[in-house]
């Protein structure tokens, strides 16, 4: 069965370590020693969309970006699933 998740993004290159991700959703974000966000969880569960959507609003560069994906269970994600996250070289 079909499940819904929320894919997270952050852009390194426009995050300027405000850190307001970071205390606003520490689920998903985490800070570098330079305060510099990035993902703890590529994914999410979709009771948190609203959050991280917040979240991506409150960043004042715009590095943060949420998608809606749906998963297969029983298979291999589906449509932007596949593409590799545009994460903190640290997670690489």
């Known amino acids: 069965m079909p499940q819904r998740k929320v894919r997270v993004r952050v852009d390194p290159t426009r995050c300027t370590a405000f850190g307001f991700c970071a205390e606003f959703l520490p689920e998903a974000f985490a800070l570098d020693d330079w305060g510099y966000a990035w993902l703890q969880a590529k994914e999410l569960p979709a009771e948190l969309e609203s959050l991280a959507r917040e979240a991506a609003r409150l960043c004042p560069t715009g590095a943060i970006s949420v998608e809606t994906v749906t998963v297969d269970a029983e ?5 932007t699933e596949r593409s590799a996250p545009n994460v903190h ?3 690489r």
């Open 75 to 79: 298979r291999e994600p589906t449509g």
């Open 89 to 91: 070289p640290r997670q």
